[in-house]
């Protein structure tokens, strides 16, 4: 009886610690994919603020051109 109580702390204490290290893994896993969500929305702001200038560059040469 008294081999079963110990094996059963030690299964309790094993679980414990391999839990703490999976959540470990879990919370950098997070923070990686909320970078790469702020890197991506980052990148994104910028190319629609390229594109709105070649726009606007193009934009008057599309106006002379119909008009000629």
Not at 4 to 25: G, P, R, T
Request: aromatic share 12%.
């Amino acid at each position: 009886m008294i081999y079963a109580a110990f094996a059963i702390i030690i299964v309790a204490v094993a679980l414990f610690v391999v839990s703490y290290f999976m959540n470990n893994k879990f919370e950098e896993l997070e923070n990686q994919l909320e970078q790469f969500s702020i890197t991506t929305m980052q990148d994104t702001y910028q190319m629609k603020k390229k594109i709105k200038i070649l726009e606007e560059e193009l934009m008057p040469q599309d106006i002379l051109s119909k008009d000629k």
